[in-house]
């Protein structure tokens, strides 16, 4: 069986700072990662993947994530946070027929 | 191009009323997910399909629960003497073939009182 967890309910940080967003896994497969983004009463937003290759990925509006297997993490990060990143930040590992587990959630609040 | 789109976006019904959710996917994509967000909590997986196979019931919670999906174009997603604990927001997703990414539609969000 596939897991993930989100270490942190919420993270407040200062705009401009930079933030990390934790998240560790737990599979007995090779696996396929992802990071979705879901602002206030919307859908949920793809911001990166890791499916193989390079360790480090980059998504959209500035975020990337490393893979660390000896770790199984897949942390999220982005060096400098805007007051419009605030919203709810999902980890999710991709098992059989790629349906996705999804971790707890993460709010990242950004204030000014 | 049109994204996942769901009807309707919001649903309030008394308990034992059954209800139907509706998830019109992205055109041309092939596999079709239900998921469940309780208040505060990660998305569940409900169910899935792929092409014309027989479909993934694993995450469905009860016998209350159903879903149909004709081909590979819309689902409806029902759940039959609604209870309290139903309410959560109710989220399709779509998948190209030989991709892994989901698009997620925007959710429909039920209140059962």
């Known amino acids: 069986a596939q897991s993930v967890t989100q270490l942190d309910s919420q993270v407040p940080v200062f705009e401009e700072a930079p933030v990390e967003l934790r998240c560790n896994y737990s599979?007995?497969?090779?696996?396929?990662l992802f990071w979705y983004v879901q602002y206030p009463n919307q859908g949920l937003q793809l911001l990166l993947k890791y499916l193989s290759g390079s360790t480090l990925v980059k998504g959209i509006n500035g975020f990337e994530a490393e893979f660390n297997k000896s770790q199984t993490s897949f942390h999220l990060r982005k060096p400098s946070v805007h007051i419009s990143d605030t919203a709810e930040y999902f980890c999710a590992v991709s098992g059989w027929g790629n349906k996705l587990v999804f971790g707890a959630g993460t709010i990242l609040r950004v204030k000014s | 191009g049109a994204g996942v789109s769901q009807s309707p976006s919001n649903k309030v019904t008394e308990k034992g009323k059954d209800v139907e959710l509706r998830c019109d996917p992205i055109?041309?994509?092939?596999?079709l997910y239900w998921y469940r967000q309780r208040l505060g909590q990660g998305l569940e997986f409900l169910i899935y399909f792929q092409g014309n196979s027989a479909p993934d019931k694993s995450g469905l919670p009860s016998d209350r629960f159903s879903a149909e999906r004709t081909g590979e174009s819309v689902s409806t997603l029902t759940i039959q003497r609604t209870q309290q604990e139903d309410s959560a927001v109710y989220l399709c997703a779509s998948r190209p073939g030989g991709a892994h990414e989901q698009f997620f539609g925007p959710g429909t969000r039920l209140t059962v009182l």
């Open positions: 599979s007995s497969v090779s696996v396929y």
């Open positions: 055109s041309g994509h092939t596999a």
